[in-house]
């Protein structure tokens, strides 16, 4: 080998190692930029989420066909009869209620609506919002109600909303947020580990539904029974 081939070998040879270095460098930048707009996304995401969630029970503004109650947290299910018994839907489902949930516990539970209880509450085992959401979309299609006032927690209204609409798209949803005593007395959401908690894994699941729905948003209600 002579030397100007020597000397051309030595000063090419690092060329495409610099090349992949500044490569990956770029690579490593645009992969922290997504990373950090994806952050700033979630934060925003969250705080609208957040502040959106009614801090008060509200006053309906009209009444339902039929009045639905999600399971799981405390006083929906109280609130709810307190709603039938006011005449502000015809009929009560309690979606997602435990095996042992019927009649007679709620009626010894809430002895005053004993009445509205035996003759117009309606029970499904579902076990989560989707199971909730299509459940009460054959309820309502068995009655033929098409005004809903939906029960359940302040923070939890904005999934099951999302849900119930996703199979119910031409229903009027009127929302009934329950806020517990508990967060009534905690001061702001931020103020109190466990509801700052609850409130990102809400709004965790929240993204994950919409998700789910925006993959195949023409998915038909009842492909999902």
Same mark, same amino acid.
């Given at each position: 080998?002579?030397?100007?081939?020597?000397?051309?070998?030595?000063?090419?040879?690092?060329?495409?190692?610099? !090349?992949?270095?500044?490569?990956?460098?770029?690579?490593?930048?645009?992969?922290?930029? &997504?990373?950090?707009?994806?952050?700033?996304?979630?934060?925003?995401?969250?705080?609208?989420?957040?502040?959106?969630?009614?801090? !008060?029970?509200?006053?309906? =503004?009209?009444?339902?066909?039929?009045?639905?109650?999600?399971?799981?947290? +405390?006083?929906?299910?109280?609130?709810?009869?307190?709603?039938?018994?006011?005449?502000?839907?015809?009929?009560?489902?309690?979606?997602?209620?435990?095996?042992?949930? =019927?009649?007679?516990?709620?009626?010894?539970?809430?002895?005053?609506?004993?009445?509205?209880?035996?003759?117009? %509450?309606? $029970?499904?085992?579902?076990? =989560?919002?989707?199971?909730?959401?299509?459940?009460? *979309?054959?309820?309502?299609?068995?009655?033929? $109600?098409?005004?809903?006032? &939906? &029960?359940?927690?302040?923070? !939890?209204?904005?999934? +099951?909303?999302?849900?119930?609409?996703?199979?119910?798209?031409?229903?009027?949803? %009127?929302?009934?947020?329950? &806020?517990?005593?508990?967060?009534? *007395?905690?001061?702001? /959401? /931020?103020? =109190?580990?466990?509801?700052?908690?609850?409130?990102?894994?809400?709004?965790?699941?929240?993204? $994950?539904?919409?998700?789910?729905?925006?993959?195949?948003?023409? +998915?038909?209600?009842?492909?999902?029974?």
């Amino acid at each position: 080998m002579t030397q100007r081939q020597t000397s051309d070998a030595t000063t090419v040879g690092p060329a495409p190692a610099a !090349h992949s270095r500044r490569l990956l460098w770029r690579l490593c930048k645009s992969g922290l930029l &997504v990373c950090a707009i994806s952050a700033a996304a979630l934060l925003i995401g969250f705080a609208v989420f957040a502040w959106h969630v009614p801090k !008060h029970e509200v006053t309906l =503004n009209r009444d339902g066909d039929g009045i639905v109650a999600l399971t799981g947290g +405390a006083s929906r299910i109280s609130d709810a009869i307190e709603l039938l018994a006011a005449g502000r839907g015809k009929r009560l489902l309690i979606s997602g209620a435990n095996p042992s949930t =019927n009649s007679d516990e709620i009626s010894r539970l809430n002895p005053e609506f004993e009445k509205w209880v035996r003759c117009c %509450v309606d $029970f499904d085992r579902s076990v =989560n919002t989707l199971g909730n959401a299509i459940e009460i *979309r054959k309820w309502a299609e068995l009655r033929g $109600f098409q005004a809903l006032v &939906v &029960v359940t927690s302040n923070y !939890h209204m904005p999934r +099951a909303l999302a849900e119930i609409r996703k199979q119910m798209p031409h229903a009027t949803l %009127v929302p009934f947020p329950v &806020v517990a005593d508990r967060q009534q *007395r905690s001061g702001p /959401w /931020w103020s =109190n580990a466990l509801t700052m908690r609850l409130m990102m894994s809400e709004y965790v699941k929240l993204i $994950f539904a919409r998700l789910r729905m925006a993959i195949n948003p023409g +998915a038909q209600a009842r492909e999902l029974t």
